[in-house]
């Protein structure tokens, strides 16, 4: 092997493997220290565009789970004021039942009854104005086509519909007790009432198991994708490690070999001698 001072290979190999090793090392430790194997596009550009196009479906995910659990609490919130409309309709079926029975004929008695009945249908109009969700009034018709984003694409969407369960909606403003006659007459028409009620609640609860399945889906499609991306961007701390410390062996074994090929200087030195 010769001896020269302007052009030692061996000592630039070793200077250029030095560098190499120190520009890995400080890869591992920002990858060690940030928690992923990719920082940047330099790492690698096809699996960033691929974790960024991922996080993007996440992000929808995590907002589509809130929209979800908030359609389903205004549907409860609904389904809790038809269930008390159903209990006042109850009330009205036993009271025109009991005015259709002929022994009340007395001002008195039927007075009372369409008295008690007057002061449901107010407190069912009273209901179906003040059940509201974040200043969205429910049953009083006006909850009409609403759209709510229950994904993360832009065709995921569900509309919901509430119709009006106000006394006039009902026919509850026609009763009339005033006779045995009418009074079976507005018997019936309660019992519609009901019938309408129950439709309208069976409708909310059916678009309730709809959203509880579709936040089911939500759910197990985030935790694939979260997983999918974690394989692409989070560091395997085992592996890296393991990196870490081979190149800082080899760093280590290229300043050992530049120190040995710069102790050359003094042989060249001693030729003088």
Do not use: C, W
């Amino acid at each position: 092997m010769s001896n020269s001072i302007h052009t030692d290979i061996s000592a630039m190999n070793a200077a250029r493997n030095i560098k190499i090793h120190q520009n890995n090392i400080q890869s591992n430790m920002e990858k060690l220290s940030s928690g992923y194997k990719i920082n940047s596009a330099a790492d690698d550009a096809a699996g960033l565009a691929i974790s960024e196009k991922l996080k993007g479906q996440l992000t929808g995910l995590e907002q589509a789970e809130l929209n979800v659990q908030d359609a389903v609490s205004l549907l409860q919130t609904a389904e809790g004021g038809m269930s008390t409309i159903h209990n006042m309709l109850n009330r009205m079926v036993e009271l025109t039942t009991k005015a259709s029975n002929g022994i009340y004929d007395t001002g008195v008695d039927r007075v009372a009854i369409k008295s008690e009945l007057d002061s449901l249908i107010q407190e069912i109009n009273r209901v179906t104005k003040s059940i509201n969700f974040n200043n969205k009034t429910l049953l009083d018709g006006s909850f009409n086509n609403v759209q709510f984003q229950i994904g993360s694409e832009v065709s995921d969407t569900m509309i919901i519909n509430i119709g009006s369960l106000d006394a006039a909606a009902l026919g509850l403003d026609k009763l009339d007790v005033s006779s045995p006659e009418k009074a079976a007459e507005s018997m019936k028409l309660v019992k519609d009432a009901i019938n309408k009620v129950s439709t309208e609640r069976a409708n909310v609860g059916v678009s309730q198991n709809r959203l509880e399945y579709t936040l089911n889906n939500i759910t197990e499609t985030y935790m694939n994708l979260a997983e999918a991306n974690s394989r692409i961007r989070d560091v395997d701390y085992a592996k890296m490690m393991m990196e870490y410390t081979k190149n800082q062996l080899l760093e280590q074994v290229a300043t050992t070999i530049l120190t040995h090929r710069m102790s050359n200087a003094q042989n060249i030195l001693q030729l003088f001698n």
